[in-house]
C-alpha cells in the first residue's frame, strides 16, 4: 500500500521529532540520495527550533511512502512507529523491512537509441490552433496561476505495463521504496508545438531503458504520442 498521509503531532511530541531530526541529520539512501529528516518537518520554527505559532496541535509532516520506509526503519520514537502501524498494514511493514536495493542501472542500455512512434498527435483543424494559442498565451496562464502549467508531459512504462520513475541518472519500477521523478513536465515547449526530432533530442536525455513505452500526452484529445524505445 503506497500512500502519502500527514502526521499529526502534539507540541512535546513536535520537540522530541525536531530533537531526534537534529540529531542524525543527513542521510544516504541506498541508490545515493542524500536528504535531511529535519526538512521534511512543515512546521515554522524560529530559531531555537520551537514553533512560531502556538497551537494545541500541528501537522508534523506530509511524507511520501519511501521516506515512512525509512522512518520505519530507523526512528525509534513510539508515536511515530504506531502512526506508521495505523497508516500501513502488516505486510507492507513486512516489504519495509525485506527491501533489498538492486542498482538499476545494470539493466539499462545506454547509447544511441532508436525510436519507433506507435502513435502520433493528429495537428488538424481546432485542435491545431488551440494548442497554437494556449501556447501564445502561456505566460498569462503562468501569471495567473502563480505556477508553470506544461502543455504537454511524459511517463515511461515498461512493454508489461509497469510504471517507471527516474531519480540520479537511475531508472525503477514504481515501487515507492525510492525519492523519484514520477514524470516529466516539459516547460520548454511552452513556445512551439513539439515535433518528432524535438522529441526524440529530448528523450535521448534520459537514457530510456531499451523495451520502454514512451507517452506524452497534451492537454487536448489526440494531441498525444506513444513512442517504442529499442
Excluded at 25 to 49: A, C, H, K, R
Excluded at 150 to 169: C, Q, W
Aim: aromatic share 16%; with cysteine.
Amino acid at each position: 500500500m503506497a500512500c502519502i498521509d500527514k502526521t499529526y503531532v502534539f507540541k512535546e511530541e513536535l520537540r522530541e521529532v525536531v530533537n531526534w531530526c537534529l540529531s542524525v541529520g543527513e542521510q544516504t539512501l541506498e541508490d545515493g540520495t542524500v536528504f535531511d529528516p529535519f526538512w521534511m518537518i512543515s512546521v515554522e520554527l524560529d530559531e531555537n527550533y520551537n514553533p512560531v505559532n502556538d497551537q494545541e496541535e500541528y501537522i508534523l509532516w506530509n511524507t511520501p511512502q519511501w521516506f515512512d520506509r525509512w522512518l520505519w526503519m530507523h526512528c525509534p520514537l513510539d508515536f511515530i512507529r504506531e502512526r506508521l502501524k495505523y497508516q500501513y498494514d502488516a505486510d507492507t511493514l513486512k516489504e519495509f523491512e525485506n527491501y533489498v536495493y538492486e542498482d538499476p542501472n545494470n539493466n539499462i542500455k545506454l547509447g544511441r537509441q532508436h525510436y519507433t512512434f506507435l502513435k502520433e498527435a493528429k495537428w488538424h483543424g481546432w485542435k491545431l490552433n488551440a494548442s497554437k494559442y494556449f501556447i501564445r498565451h502561456f505566460k498569462q496562464y503562468v501569471k495567473a496561476n502563480g505556477r508553470i502549467i506544461a502543455p504537454f508531459s511524459m511517463k515511461i512504462y515498461t512493454s508489461d505495463g509497469e510504471r517507471l520513475v527516474h531519480n540520479n541518472n537511475r531508472w525503477y519500477k514504481d515501487d515507492g521504496m525510492l525519492p523519484t521523478n514520477c514524470y516529466f513536465n516539459w516547460e520548454k515547449y511552452h513556445k512551439k508545438i513539439p515535433t518528432k526530432k524535438s522529441i526524440i533530442r529530448e528523450l535521448r536525455q534520459y537514457y530510456i531503458p531499451s523495451g520502454s513505452i514512451v507517452t506524452i500526452r497534451g492537454r487536448w484529445q489526440d494531441m498525444d504520442w506513444k513512442i517504442l524505445v529499442k
